[in-house]
């Protein structure tokens, strides 16, 4: 199973709010190569670390592609720049941020990509909607499935599911 994490907290016109920005990303994805298998649905995240920055707008895609994995990051990466990602201070607010979170459960790490990424495990805006899509898929490399990763979480982060 591929898994991307999708998350905006800025708008890039013409899209006219963050989750528009992120729908308009993921219907950018076959033309690049990469089939949405499943979707979650959309969840609203407070900024991690908190911090003053409007909240995000978090979903989780299973996908297939004939891509690799440095190579599917690459297509990714240009996806953030074409929909107005401007890379700065780290955990800035963002146009759109497409994270490689799993890549049929390998581990890799390069000077590029980690996999499975390093701190999905550590995220509730990250487990809420991947435990909708797959909570049986487990951690790589810490065996535990979505389900029990997001149980052993703190409530503190706070993250809430959106209307359809």
Do not use: K
């Amino acid at each position: 199973m591929i898994l991307i994490g999708i998350g905006s907290n800025l708008v890039h016109p013409p899209a006219h709010s963050p989750r528009a920005t992120a729908e308009a990303a993921l219907a950018a994805l076959p033309a690049a190569g990469i089939r949405v298998v499943a979707l979650s649905g959309w969840y609203s995240s407070e900024p991690v670390p908190v911090s003053d920055q409007l909240w995000f707008v978090n979903a989780v895609a299973a996908v297939a592609t004939g891509l690799a994995p440095e190579a599917l990051l690459s297509r990714l990466l240009r996806l953030e720049v074409e929909f107005g990602r401007i890379r700065g201070a780290r955990n800035a607010a963002r146009t759109l941020d497409l994270d490689l979170l799993d890549y049929d459960s390998r581990r890799c790490e390069t000077a590029t990509l980690t996999l499975p990424h390093p701190r999905l495990h550590l995220r509730r805006f990250v487990l809420e909607p991947l435990s909708e899509i797959a909570p049986a898929w487990r951690h790589p490399r810490l065996g535990l499935t979505a389900a029990e990763l997001l149980a052993g979480l703190p409530s503190s982060q706070q993250v809430e599911r959106l209307d359809p």
